[in-house]
């Protein structure tokens, strides 16, 4: 499989230099504004509190939430509209580090556990532009100041990555996008694009998470990240 690895930038002004805009009025794009997919307060996020698999849609696509347990866990997207960046514990998970959306109000959280099998579908089969990404406080808080599961703080060998992959027709397509979320001391802070066109025409798009903190049942840092204005170019 092919792959295309973006590095973490080392000056956040020249990553923020290079991002290109989007066009708000693109009614294919993944702005999770929508009043049936909104948090119904602000500062909240919206995750059903019974065990089931839902789908939320904007624009071209349709994210997928799993909750089990009563609503004691969630995995893929949930959205929400938290501007907070305060962390106390695991329940500030739906926080982005950057303070908030791309653009609007709201934005999804995802959580990627490596077997719920959650995926992003699309309506119309299509080679999706990009997505804007970005690092949840959860996660940052780990990489950064350390906890009980990942150990220390990251030092200069440590790494944290995104991996991003195509479906066509129930086929793996043959390339995919890697993005680090952090590497060594540079960590992703702010919103940031992804360029997703190498993947071409695609029908899903799903993630995989990798990183140097590792134990006996996978990979320690929080597999959390945020995303925000899928499909825009």
Known sequence: MKKSILFVAALAMTFAACQPNYDVEDKTVATFEEAAISPAAPQSYLAFNTDTTA??????????QTVAYGGTYVTGAVVTNITDTTFKDYKDAYKSIA??????????????DGFSGNAIKLKEA???AGMYVCNNVYAYNSITKGDAIAGEPFGDDDWFML????MLDGKMV???VDFYLAKGKNVVTDWTYVDLSQLGKVDAIFFTMAGSRTGDWGLNTPTYFCIDNLGAK
């Open 99 to 112: 303070g908030g959306a791309k653009g609007g109000k709201n934005y999804v959280v995802w959580f990627e």
């Open 55 to 64: 789908l939320l849609a904007s624009g071209n696509y349709e994210l997928s």
């Open 163 to 166: 991996s991003i992959g195509g």
């Open 126 to 128: 299509t080679t999706v």
């Open 174 to 176: 043959n390339t995919q």
